[in-house]
């Protein structure tokens, strides 16, 4: 693998400097040299380039022993492959800050556990060319952590304020590589050097946004509660809870609490949301002269809270979700999903095609049915369990389809074509989303910087849609796949 052996993961921090080569980077690289540009434009040059190769992020390269690492050469990492790893990434940006005269320390971070590499930063020094040492190596340190002194001297991001020191997560150099995405790929400098001054000053805060987000949606419940009974006793103790004028005052207050939620989280947790909508699709929801089904990817923690967003605050749709019935025992979720005609529903069992068509049949212009065809969060058990449910049923062809689908299961088309049946006027809405973290482990890194979070949708006309029920399956798979292919392109972009 390299012509200098494995790193050790403890004790030799200093002797990473051995795996830096800026030499042999800029041979792969054109990079910027000392010059009248500034030391932040040489930085941004220089990661512009790197991020340009599309190195795919991996993990360590095999053939150490324990306790030991394999560091990828400039060459596999720039030229082919192009894999590498955090620590990889950071040898390689420390060379290229060389190159182009600019003074790099690689930070290596202690994991959960304690052992070994948990990640790897890369600082640069704004105040400061790097300068020859007299023992041959170049001026680069490594660090296990940095001093107190160096922190006060952080800028925190890129808009300041001012500091001395940058420092970068390298992995946002990476793109997606392998069956999961890692919150932090893809990112331009500003994303890598606010995800970098996370990891050194952001911890400590986690604990706090944590609160900070539980308390806030606490209280948000318990206003929408107290509202929730003022408006049962404004209908006359329930007498009018069905009449157009309280099934609006409910539409605007769960617009409130989706709205508040939304806000309150994307502040603290600090997520961008970037919405990207084909024109089809914003006129379908916007013009709000057709009702619309919308069929959503699941996958990640609170993914439809961001869908619901979009629909009842940016297009101001009166939606209804068919919902897994266990999501009942939320309070707020189960007196709004009641009075406002939702379905709670149990995917193992139940007539759940009949719930649906009923919700959908007398669906307004404004109105919208939001779905999600895989019945649950995506997992690659899931996955594998609807492509046996699909071999099981004789549906071999819907199987191979679903075999070709890395980021999504196969969706159960039955709710989705009860929904289209019961409502052939509607148009269709397919949403992808990339970014959001699944699980509580990811959950709790994402809020150590920041991230992105990626929306596509896209249309389909209710004209558009075959009429046979053989010819549906088909379309609904096709379009399946579609999504599939999105987010295999932009999922270690969204992050």
Not at 227 to 251: D, I, K, P
Not at 363 to 375: C, M, S, T
Not at 403 to 422: K, Q, T
């Amino acid at each position: 693998m390299t012509d200098r052996g494995p790193w050790s993961l403890a004790g030799e921090e200093l002797a990473l400097v051995r795996y830096v080569r800026p030499a042999e980077v800029a041979r792969h690289v054109q990079l910027p040299g000392r010059s009248g540009e500034s030391r932040l434009a040489r930085l941004r040059a220089v990661y512009a380039t790197l991020a340009a190769k599309e190195i795919g992020y991996a993990y360590a390269a095999p053939g150490a022993e324990d306790g030991m690492q394999v560091i990828r050469p400039p060459e596999q990492v720039l030229w082919a492959p192009k894999h590498a790893t955090c620590l990889d990434l950071a040898v390689v940006l420390a060379g290229a800050c060389l190159a182009a005269d600019l003074h790099p320390i690689i930070v290596i971070l202690d994991p959960a556990g304690g052992a070994g590499v948990g990640h790897s930063l890369v600082l640069v020094r704004l105040d400061q060319d790097h300068r020859a040492r007299t023992d041959g190596l170049s001026d680069l340190d490594v660090w296990r952590r940095p001093p107190g002194e160096l922190l006060d001297e952080l800028q925190p991001s890129l808009d300041g304020p001012d500091g001395e020191v940058l420092a970068i997560d390298p992995i946002g150099l990476a793109v997606y590589l392998g069956a999961s995405a890692t919150p932090g790929l893809g990112v331009d400098l500003a994303g890598a050097v606010a995800n970098g001054a996370g990891y050194l000053t952001g911890g400590a805060w986690r604990p706090l946004r944590v609160v900070a987000i539980t308390v806030a949606f606490l209280a948000r419940h318990l206003m929408t509660m107290l509202a929730c009974f003022g408006l049962w006793v404004a209908s006359g103790f329930g007498l009018r809870a069905g009449s157009a004028r309280m099934r609006e005052a409910h539409q605007a207050l769960l617009r409130w609490f989706v709205a508040g939620v939304n806000r309150w989280i994307t502040r603290v947790a600090r997520v961008d949301v970037r919405d990207t909508q084909s024109q089809a699709a914003d006129e379908a929801l916007s013009d709000r002269r057709s009702p619309a089904i919308v069929l959503s990817r699941h996958a990640g923690e609170g993914d439809s809270l961001l869908v619901l967003h979009q629909l009842l605050c940016r297009h101001r749709r009166r939606t209804r979700i068919v919902l897994h019935e266990g999501l009942a025992l939320d309070p707020v979720v189960d007196v709004l999903g009641h009075r406002l005609g939702w379905r709670f529903v149990d995917p193992r069992g139940g007539d759940t095609e009949v719930e649906i068509a009923a919700m959908a049949r007398d669906l307004p212009a404004d109105g919208a049915v939001l779905i999600f065809p895989e019945g649950g969060n995506f997992s690659e058990q899931r996955r594998r369990r609807g492509i046996e449910r699909l071999e099981r049923g004789g549906h071999h062809e819907e199987a191979e389809w679903a075999r070709g689908m890395e980021h999504v299961s196969a969706p159960r088309p039955g709710g989705a074509l009860a929904a289209i049946e019961a409502a052939p006027d509607a148009d269709i809405v397919f949403v992808a989303h990339v970014g959001i973290p699944s699980g509580a482990r990811e959950l709790w890194r994402v809020l150590l910087g920041r991230s992105t979070v990626e929306l596509r949708l896209w249309a389909v006309g209710a004209d558009e849609v075959p009429e046979d029920r053989d010819e549906q399956i088909d379309w609904l798979f096709g379009e399946w796949c579609r999504l599939d292919r999105w987010v295999s392109e932009r999922e270690g972009i969204a992050r």
